[in-house]
Antibody
Framework: EVQLVESGGGFVPPGGSLRLSCVASGFAFRTYTMNWVRQAPGKGLECLSY???????FYTDSVRGRFTVSRDNAKNSLYLQMNSLRDEDTAVYYC?????????WGQGTQVIVSS | DVVMTQSPLSLPVTLGQPASISCRSSQGLVYRDGNTYLNWFQQRPGQPPRRLIYTVSNRESGVPDRFSGSGSGTDFTLKISRVEAEDVGVYYCVQGTHWPWTFGQGTRVEIK
């Protein structure tokens, strides 16, 4: 089955860190650009970062310098290291496939930043 | 950043009637490869987004043909020819041409 499964979310205090993971199955992971998108409670969608097949990384201004995207093609896995977390980072975090096409999404993992 | 503006933000529709959602971008969305990366998504409560339409007018496999996309330049439209109960949810346009890729605010479709 073609799918993406995120994990690693949870509760974290402001200033803390979390590492999210996304495991891909059913397709040739290494041939796809992969993204991280988040959705704050009751809000819309924000694309945070992507990593292309060469390993080039791109970030939106709201997370640049705090979040780091990476991938391990041998493990069919995408990661998001999140540091210096803020209240406004509270959201469901999704991984999605194929850059600006967003053709496949995981179910998401919840991150709650709160003291 | 490219701003994507959807209207209306709320759309009450009678079952069996048509519905139309507009999406306007602050810049043109033609990429250097000639494609226009404007997609439409449906999000049902508690679910991740599901892609309905890609590159303006191409329907995703398995999406009912009552959904259609059109447009060019900076103006795009998603149409539902006859709304069914399962179409309730929030609809988003997103541009995948200019980084950072940006979403519209979302249009909530509900049944009257």
């Amino acid at each position: 089955e073609v799918q993406l499964v995120e994990s690693g979310g949870g509760f974290v205090p402001p200033g803390g860190s979390l590492r999210l993971s996304c495991v891909a199955s059913g397709f040739a992971f290494r041939t796809y650009t992969m993204n991280w998108v988040r959705q704050a409670p009751g809000k819309g969608l924000e694309c945070l970062s992507y990593i292309d097949t060469s390993g080039a990384k791109f970030y939106t201004d709201s997370v640049r310098g705090r979040f780091t995207v990476s991938r391990d093609n041998a493990k069919n896995s995408l990661y998001l290291q999140m540091n210096s977390l803020r209240d406004e980072d509270t959201a469901v975090y999704y991984c999605s496939r194929d850059g600006g096409a967003f053709d496949l999404w995981g179910q998401g993992t919840q991150v709650i930043v709160s003291s | 950043d490219v701003v994507m503006t959807q209207s209306p933000l709320s759309l009450p529709v009678t079952l069996g009637q048509p519905a139309s959602i507009s999406c306007r971008s602050s810049q043109g969305l033609v990429y250097r490869d000639g494609n226009t990366y404007l997609n439409w998504f449906q999000q049902r409560p508690g679910q991740p987004p599901r892609r309905l339409i890609y590159t303006v007018s191409n329907r995703e496999s398995g999406v009912p043909d009552r959904f259609s996309g059109s447009g060019s330049g900076t103006d795009f439209t998603l149409k539902i020819s006859r709304v069914e109960a399962e179409d309730v949810g929030v609809y988003y346009c997103v541009q995948g041409t200019h980084w950072p890729w940006t979403f519209g605010q979302g249009t909530r479709v509900e049944i009257k």
